[in-house]
């Protein structure tokens, strides 16, 4: 119940910049594409937290929204989150994509009508279809997104 989140949150805050990387090839897309994209993050987790994590890797900078589970009703599987920032920015759902490491993302992409991307890196290891390295998500967004 609560008393377990807000000990969970405490020892999260607390930890999770213990570790913390960001994956190679990843600066170099947020880099190469913020003039073409608006990049926003949708989280599981306390948006403070990844607000901090963001900030701790230099990289909050790209990101012109940030929304956690704590800024919704519900988290995903629900799109509640995807459908702020869909309404936030009034852009076309064919032109959206969800970039995600879990079902959950997936799921809440397709609840909301947008393309969801899944990704094998993270907490992941996906049988199904997923994209495997950041340069295979790379050429994905040059050959596929950009034209779009």
């Known amino acids: 119940g609560p008393l377990v989140t807000n000990l969970f949150e405490e020892y999260y805050n607390q930890n999770c910049l213990n570790d913390l990387v960001i994956y190679d090839g990843i600066k170099d897309i947020l880099d190469d594409f913020k003039n073409d994209f608006k990049f926003c993050i949708a989280t599981n987790a306390n948006s403070n937290a990844a607000k901090k994590m ?3 890797l230099e990289i909050d900078r790209y990101f012109s ?3 956690g589970y ?3 009703a519900k988290p995903k599987p629900n799109p509640d989150m995807v459908n702020v920032l869909l309404d936030k920015y009034n852009t076309k759902k064919e032109k959206t994509k ?4 879990s ?3 997936i799921a809440a992409a397709k609840k909301a009508g947008i393309e969801g991307i899944l990704v094998n890196w993270g907490f992941s290891d996906h049988k199904e279809d997923a994209l495997k390295t950041v340069c295979e998500l790379r050429k994905k967004i040059e050959n596929e997104f ?3």
């Open 70 to 72: 704590n800024d919704v």
């Open 98 to 101: 969800l970039i995600g490491d």
């Open 103 to 105: 079902n959950k993302d």
């Open 54 to 56: 963001l900030s701790h």
């Open 146 to 148: 950009l034209k779009a």
């Open 65 to 67: 929204t940030i929304l």
